[in-house]
C-alpha cells in the first residue's frame, strides 16, 4: 500500500472516532448542515488566503466562534486541516493532497468534456470541437456535429495551423508576445483564404486583443463561409491545456452576433475547465 492510500486510511479512521464530527453531523436531519458548514471552512482557504485564523472565519461565514472550533476540530482529525501551534492559525492538511491526487489521476480529458460539448451542440445546434497544441498545430481529439446545416466538420486528429484557427489562437493566449513570434517564425503563415492574417505584428495585436476578451475568432481565416469562436480550457493550476471551438456559416453567425455566440463558447470552456478541476464552484447553502 502506498504512503498516500496509508495516510488517507488514518485519516479515515481518526475522523470516524473523532467526538466533533459526530456531533457536528447530528445539528442537522442527515447531516447535511454541518457537511455544508465544513465544506465552507476547507473552501475558505485559498491560493490568496492559504492560512486562516478563526476570528476571520467567524465573520466570513456568519458561524460563531464555537461551530468554526469544531469544524476546524472535525477537519483536523480527518487531516484536511492543520493548526499552526504558536499563532492559532490553520492551514489546510495533507488529507487534501491526497484527496487532490485521486483526482487527478481519474482526469480524462477528452472522455470529462464530451457531455459538455454534446449538451452545448444540442442547445446551440452548432458543431463543437475540443482540440490540444501539438507544436505550431491545433489538433482536434473531440467533435460533436450540431442539428443545422450546412456544418464545419473536421476529422479527429485534424490539424489546423495556429495561426488561422480560433482555437489555435486560444490555445496560446498565455504566452508572451516573445512566444508568439518565435512560434510565427517557425510557421510559413501561408494564406489559406483572402482573410488570414499573415503578419505577425498585426497577428499579436489581434491576440492582445483576444486575451483581454478571453476568447478568439476566426473570421474565414481558413474557410471562407465560416466563422469559429474559440476559448482556452484550464486544469487545477490555472495552466491552459486545451480549447474549444464552435463554429457557424457567416449567414447564421453575423459579425454583430458574434459577441453574444462568444459568451456562451466561454461559458462551455468555463464548465469544462470546471469538471477538470480548473475552478471552484461551491456555494454553501444559506442557514
Known amino acids: 500500500?502506498?504512503?498516500?492510500?496509508?495516510?488517507?486510511?488514518?485519516?479515515?479512521?481518526?475522523?470516524?472516532?473523532?467526538?466533533?464530527?459526530?456531533?457536528?453531523l447530528k445539528?442537522?436531519?442527515g447531516?447535511?448542515?454541518a457537511?455544508?458548514?465544513?465544506?465552507?471552512?476547507?473552501?475558505?482557504?485559498?491560493?490568496?488566503?492559504?492560512?486562516?485564523?478563526?476570528?476571520?472565519?467567524?465573520?466570513?461565514?456568519?458561524?460563531?466562534?464555537?461551530?468554526?472550533?469544531?469544524?476546524?476540530?472535525?477537519?483536523g482529525a480527518a487531516n484536511l486541516v492543520r493548526r499552526e501551534d504558536d499563532s492559532g492559525s490553520?492551514?489546510?492538511?495533507?488529507?487534501?493532497?491526497?484527496?487532490?491526487?485521486?483526482?487527478?489521476?481519474?482526469?480524462?480529458l477528452?472522455?470529462?468534456?464530451?457531455?459538455?460539448?454534446?449538451?452545448?451542440?444540442?442547445?446551440?445546434?452548432?458543431?463543437?470541437?475540443?482540440?490540444i497544441l501539438d507544436g505550431l498545430d491545433s489538433i482536434s481529439i473531440s467533435q460533436v456535429r450540431g442539428s443545422k446545416t450546412p456544418q464545419l466538420v473536421s476529422r479527429l486528429s485534424s490539424r489546423i495551423p495556429v495561426y488561422c484557427s480560433s482555437s489555435g489562437k486560444a490555445l496560446i493566449l498565455d504566452h508572451t508576445d516573445e512566444q508568439v513570434y518565435d512560434l510565427l517564425a517557425r510557421s510559413d503563415m501561408r494564406a489559406l483564404t483572402e482573410n488570414t492574417i499573415t503578419d505577425p505584428k498585426l497577428f499579436v495585436q489581434q491576440l492582445n486583443r483576444d486575451r483581454r476578451q478571453g476568447w478568439t475568432l476566426n473570421d474565414e481565416e481558413s474557410d471562407i463561409g465560416m466563422r469559429t469562436v474559440g476559448?482556452?480550457?484550464?486544469?487545477?493550476?490555472?495552466?491552459?491545456?486545451?480549447?474549444?471551438?464552435?463554429?457557424?456559416?457567416?449567414?447564421?453567425?453575423?459579425?454583430?452576433?458574434?459577441?453574444?455566440?462568444?459568451?456562451?463558447?466561454?461559458?462551455?470552456?468555463?464548465?469544462?475547465?470546471?469538471?477538470?478541476?480548473?475552478?471552484?464552484?461551491?456555494?454553501?447553502?444559506?442557514?
Do not use: W
Request: proline share 7%; glycine share 6%.
Open 231 to 287: 476559448a482556452p480550457i484550464r486544469d487545477h493550476s490555472g495552466a491552459i491545456i486545451a480549447a474549444v471551438s464552435a463554429s457557424a456559416p457567416t449567414f447564421r453567425l453575423s459579425k454583430a452576433d458574434v459577441p453574444t455566440f462568444a459568451r456562451t463558447v466561454k461559458d462551455l470552456a468555463s464548465e469544462i475547465s470546471t469538471a477538470l478541476g480548473g475552478g471552484n464552484t461551491f456555494q454553501p447553502t444559506k442557514t
Open 27 to 29: 445539528s442537522e436531519p
Open 110 to 131: 477528452g472522455g470529462d468534456a464530451r457531455p459538455f460539448l454534446q449538451a452545448f451542440a444540442m442547445q446551440s445546434g452548432e458543431s463543437v470541437t475540443l482540440a
Open 35 to 75: 457537511i455544508d458548514r465544513a465544506l465552507a471552512v476547507l473552501f475558505s482557504f485559498t491560493a490568496d488566503q492559504p492560512i486562516r485564523r478563526v476570528p476571520e472565519l467567524t465573520e466570513a461565514l456568519g458561524l460563531n466562534k464555537s461551530t468554526v472550533y469544531r469544524l476546524l476540530q472535525a477537519l
Open 90 to 108: 490553520y492551514k489546510l492538511g495533507p488529507a487534501v493532497l491526497d484527496l487532490a491526487n485521486c483526482f487527478l489521476s481519474t482526469v480524462d
Open 1 to 24: 500500500m502506498s504512503q498516500p492510500e496509508v495516510r488517507a486510511r488514518k485519516s479515515r479512521a481518526k475522523a470516524a472516532k473523532s467526538p466533533a464530527v459526530v456531533d457536528d
Open 31 to 33: 447531516g447535511t448542515q
